[in-house]
């Protein structure tokens, strides 16, 4: 019998956590935050074996010193990649929660903590219990991201974690191949679409900014510091053009340097990101947009980071052009430009003169490939989480013929 309780990410997108009890074993898979509104997940029991961590975003790990401040000193398990570059996010957390004057709900001794009892898995090399065994999956969706296996002997538990099932110049594909899955936890973010064509998306991307920089402007690409940032440098390598990375994604790639095992080509990504021109200080943006150029940097929906000197810059010229690559949260700075067509961010309110549009690069499955997977896994059971109307989409499974639920956090299943 597993008990799987519900601490965040049921029925929403953010703060996801999950604790799994094993008879006299108790795990904690991820720990998170709200990132937009900080909200925070429910407490976890205090007796627990270990935690598992499925990937570094922060709505996954944000919450993790948390736990060595009252007193857990056991293991963070997760992929090498995963361990380093969560650390790295958590102390950006950290620092942006001090900027914004906010109360820390932990501190820089905590994640040192936490980075003491890391211990790194290997994938598909599992990490035996008394009672229970645990193992590391590749998920595809950024570097060092992984699903999760509990397996008790009697019943095997997955938690796909943010998943993702096609190749994309940065990731491979998701593992498919899993056997005798009892329960599948799976996330549910784009459960009512599917995405576009990924080759096309980067075919149409490389023409846009070929046309920008052929008329002697500059294309802003406003990404994520990690996972988006490294693609987008994989892509624009291609061209031949003038790249500039600026923000904490040049931080984010040395460190997925460190493990190519969590990437799908690592020498083309060394070679692209020894040739890009990283950013140390002002003076270099200016310099940066000075002739037609490339400029890579933080943050994805444009609520900190360098990007606000790029826009502030180049906002009366309509020879540039910004798109940004990723989902926008509504209140976002990045979602006010994306429907208002307005820049508004610390007291500034411009209306940008230069082009801004959208392209879908996710890194999270769509629907079709969601049901593609568990028709091919055939799981006894799906729990649906990480999403919003996830209860919309296990009718739907229902009618396809799966035995499926869509927990609201707090709830207790028994398997």
Request: proline share 5%; hydrophobic share 35%; with cysteine.
């Amino acid at each position: 019998m597993v008990e799987i309780t519900f601490l965040g990410g049921a029925n929403e997108v953010g703060r996801l956590s999950i604790s799994l009890q094993n008879r006299n074993e108790t795990f904690l898979f991820d720990y998170g935050i709200d990132v937009q509104d900080m909200k925070l997940p429910l407490t976890p029991p205090t007796n627990l074996k270990g935690v598992f961590l499925s990937h570094a975003h922060l709505d996954h790990c944000g919450f993790i010193p948390e736990l060595y401040k009252k007193g857990y000193r056991r293991s963070v398990y997760a992929s090498p990649a995963t361990l380093e570059l969560t650390h790295m996010l958590l102390r950006d957390s950290l620092h942006v929660q001090e900027k914004l004057g906010e109360n820390p709900q932990f501190f820089t001794h905590d994640i040192k903590k936490m980075y003491q009892f890391s211990h790194p898995m290997g994938n598909r090399q599992p990490v035996d219990f008394k009672e229970t065994s645990i193992e590391l999956r590749h998920a595809g969706h950024v570097p060092g991201a992984s699903s999760i296996i509990l397996d008790t002997g009697r019943k095997r538990v997955m938690y796909t974690g943010d998943i993702n099932f096609i190749d994309t110049p940065l990731m491979k594909k998701a593992d498919m191949k899993y056997k005798n899955i009892n329960v599948a936890i799976c996330e549910s973010t784009y459960h009512y679409k599917n995405h576009p064509d990924r080759s096309e998306l980067i075919r149409e991307l490389k023409d846009k900014v070929k046309e920008v920089l052929l008329n002697n402007g500059t294309y802003l690409l406003p990404c994520f510091a990690l996972g988006r940032t490294q693609e987008m440098l994989l892509i624009m390598h291609d061209l031949g053009f003038p790249i500039y990375l600026d923000g904490m994604g040049i931080e984010a790639t040395r460190i997925i340097l460190n493990h190519p095992e969590s990437v799908a080509n690592y020498k083309k990504l060394k070679k692209a990101f020894k040739s890009a021109r990283k950013i140390r200080k002002n003076a270099d943006r200016l310099k940066a947009v000075k002739n037609p150029s490339i400029v890579i940097t933080t943050s994805g929906m444009l609520n900190g980071g360098p990007i606000h000197a790029y826009i502030s810059k180049l906002h009366k010229r309509e020879d540039c052009a910004l798109t940004l690559t990723g989902f926008q949260v509504e209140g976002t700075v990045g979602h006010t430009l994306m429907h208002a067509g307005r820049y508004v961010h610390e007291g500034v309110d411009l209306k940008p003169r230069f082009k801004i549009d959208f392209m879908d690069f996710s890194a999270h499955c769509g629907r079709d490939d969601m049901i593609n997977f568990l028709n091919k896994t055939n799981p006894g059971k799906v729990i649906l989480i990480h999403g919003e109307k996830t209860d919309e989409f296990a009718n739907d499974l229902k009618r396809i013929g799966f035995n499926t639920c869509a927990p609201v956090n707090g709830e207790k299943i028994v398997v």
